[in-house]
């Protein structure tokens, strides 16, 4: 049996081996409802934004930094630390078996938020938010194969989940079915360091902590 790290994994891989279809929306609407930040939430959107550019300007920020800098500020804004949200770091996943190839696939998801209060199964609960996350000198696309490996499992448990991968400065949501194919869809690139792009940034992961 040929075992494999999901982080090695390419996107040609995943789409051969889950059957993954993608697709690419220009608009977080109508899937999601965005709500207007308030001051205090904008101030502290600028004030996120300016430690993580404090870092940047000096070079490359490392994958724990882009989580402490700019990931968990963020979820704790958009609500993500309250219940029923509960927060998982590198959780896990059980082995993947691809059984027509005699292939078993291993790894860790950085960040995953589930919904404790609904269950899917006896022993899971809903995911809300699976989160990979990479050095700000990587795009954040390198991290989709992983996101995707992660995901794919769960859709067995439920018709969809949401994604995220991002390098702390730009942010790519990922829109997960299950249909009569798996499918992902590319949500418009968001940037932290651009002030409307920020706002949107927040008011996106705002709206996926209320689903």
């Not at 390098?167 to 651009?194: A, C, D, K």
């Not at 940034?201 to 902590?209: E, G, H, N, R």
Request: contains cysteine; glycine residues 4%; charged residues 20%.
């Amino acid at each position: 049996m040929t075992i494999l790290q999901a982080k090695n994994l390419t996107l040609a891989d995943v789409h051969r081996l889950f059957d993954f279809q993608r697709q690419y929306n220009s608009s977080f609407s109508p899937i999601l409802s965005l709500e207007h930040l308030t001051e205090s939430e904008q101030q502290e959107l600028i004030q996120i934004r300016n430690d993580f550019d404090s870092y940047l300007i000096e070079g490359k920020v490392s994958e724990g930094l882009v989580k402490a800098l700019t990931l968990f500020p963020l979820l704790r804004l958009a609500g993500f630390y309250r219940y029923p949200i509960k927060i998982s770091l590198e959780e896990e996943i059980g082995d993947i078996d691809i059984t027509d190839e005699d292939t078993k696939i291993t790894g860790r998801m950085d960040i995953l938020a589930v919904n404790k209060a609904q269950k899917t199964t006896a022993k899971a609960y809903f995911w809300i938010l699976v989160i990979e996350s990479k050095n700000s000198s990587i795009d954040p696309s390198e991290g989709l194969p992983q996101l995707l490996t992660y995901a794919q499992n769960n859709l067995k448990h439920q018709k969809s989940l949401w994604g995220l991968t991002t390098n702390g400065q730009r942010y790519q949501f990922v829109y997960i079915l299950q249909e009569n194919h798996p499918t992902y869809q590319l949500m418009p690139f968001l940037n932290l360091m651009e002030p409307e792009s920020a706002i949107e940034l927040l008011q996106v992961l705002k709206a996926i902590c209320k689903l």
